[in-house]
Structure formats: C-alpha cells, structure tokens
C-alpha cells in the first residue's frame, strides 16, 4: 500500500493522477482501465478540492492499494472536510437533454459506471471514498 496526502486543491490533481499512474504501470495496467481510473480521480480529487474545505484549502491523502485473485486496485480519497457522501445523489437521468438535465452529479455518475465498485463512508471526522477497478 502507497499513500500521498497533498494539499487538496485543483493544481495537485495532476500530482494525484501521476502518483496512482506509478503504481498502475508498475502492474502493467492496461490503458483504458488507467484512462477510466484518470477520469475518475480528476472527479473526484476535483470535488475534493472545491468542496470539502470550502473556501479554505485542507489536507487529502490518496491511498493506492493492490489485490490479487483478481488483480483489482482499490483507491481511497480521504479527507477532514465537511461529511459529504456523493453517492447518496440520485443519478442524474441522462436521457434527457442536456437543457432539461439539473447541473451536477454527471461525473460521479461515470465514476459508477467506470469502477467495479465504489463506497463511501464517514468515519473519526473523515470522508473516504473508495473506487476498485479490476485490471
């Protein structure tokens, strides 16, 4: 198990993204599953980021974590701010247009979609929200 806590802002996704990226090409990650992986920590260190301590700057820790039979990655965003559970929102329904759509909840919708399984749960003052991905 690997672990980055970084400041959580919008500058240090491309640092979060490139810390998980180490780990994944070390297991020879297949691309597409790295790109949906990618997607997913732009969204949700992204959310991180706006949100958790708003409008002061807190920190998060990324935590990249190896399974075998099979091999999966199991990553947990873990953060101080306020208890935010982004699962709890209706998925958005997407056969409407985007004019009759409500703003919001499309990027954790494809985070669903992308990830084999994904949790969330508030616990000792903290946010962690957990993605797996099998590669």
């Known amino acids: 198990m690997k672990e980055l806590t970084i400041d959580a802002t919008v ?14 090409e070390a297991l020879a990650c297949p691309l597409k599953a790295q790109m949906q992986i990618d997607i997913a920590i732009d969204e ?5 980021a706006n949100y958790a301590y708003n409008p002061q700057t807190g920190p998060a820790t990324v935590r990249v974590e190896i399974l075998q039979n099979p091999l999966s990655v199991v990553i947990s965003f873990i953060d101080n ?10 998925d958005p329904d997407i056969t409407l247009s985007t004019e009759e759509r409500e703003i919001g909840g499309l990027g954790i919708y494809l985070v ?11 616990k000792e003052g903290q946010n962690i929200l957990r993605i797996k991905k099998q590669i």
């Open 11 to 24: 500058e240090n996704i491309s640092r979060v993204t490139a810390f998980v990226d180490e780990q994944l």
């Open 44 to 48: 949700l260190f992204g959310n991180i």
């Open 81 to 90: 701010g306020m208890p935010y559970d982004p699962l709890a929102k209706e």
């Open 112 to 122: 669903k979609k992308s990830m084999d399984e994904i949790t969330y749960e508030y």
